[in-house]
């Protein structure tokens, strides 16, 4: 499948389906989006990995994650209706100086009718070779990008790719590197912010 951005996620609608007439892996094919009643499944998995509570700490400085997986959800774009496996997720940010500027955590089990009403949201899978290039990934590694929203400035965007790593002390569980990406063009409001207040460097996240 083409790896396509959420640019449109205002005209999805999340809800479930109960059948479809055709499975094609999210990571397979080139007719995404174009086969009516498709359903585009994370067939191998790969968002598993990434699903849970994950910190980064460094003095007083914070980023919490939280990330779930939902299945079948209903989009409708370009007069289809189709459906895809997605995450989604919600996360905190406490800059050096111990000041929380975001807090969507307690959004995390609420029933938004919208996709976009999360601040995490998306289902994206990368090889090795998509940007940002990962050098030392495996020929068979995936990674993830997702689309993150800073609630007071949504008309900036703004992507993270999430790669799983070993831990450092005990190499039988993962961490996440989280690495955070241009979106793209911004339509900036006439006198707006045009940086996001979340941080753009990347963290390494251990699992809660």
């Known amino acids: 499948m083409k790896n396509i951005l959420y640019t449109m996620v205002l005209t999805f609608t999340f809800l479930s389906c109960k059948a479809q007439s055709t499975i094609i892996g999210l990571y397979e094919g080139n007719e995404y989006g174009k086969t009516e009643n498709a359903y585009y499944k994370d ?55 111990g000041v929380e500027l975001v807090n969507t955590l307690s959004n995390i089990d609420s029933a938004f ?44 965007s703004i992507r993270i790719v999430l790669r799983t790593v070993p831990n450092a002390t005990n190499p039988n569980i993962n961490d996440v590197k989280l690495v955070f990406t241009g979106g793209g063009w911004s339509d900036v409001p006439e006198g707006q912010p045009t940086t996001t207040r979340i941080p753009t460097n990347n963290f390494r996240l251990i699992k809660q």
């Open 113 to 156: 009718t919208s996709l976009s009403d999360y601040k995490i949201f998306g289902n994206t899978i990368l090889n090795k070779y998509y940007a940002p290039v990962c050098n030392d990934c495996t020929e068979d590694e995936k990674r993830v990008k997702l689309v993150i929203i800073d609630p007071l400035r949504d008309y900036l």
């Open 43 to 97: 067939t191998n998995n790969d968002f598993n990995k990434f699903i849970g509570t994950w910190k980064h700490t460094n003095g007083n400085e914070e980023f919490t994650i939280i990330l779930k997986k939902k299945t079948q959800i209903m989009f409708t774009y370009n007069n289809k209706t189709f459906y895809e496996d997605v995450i989604y997720g919600e996360y905190k940010y406490v800059d050096a100086n």
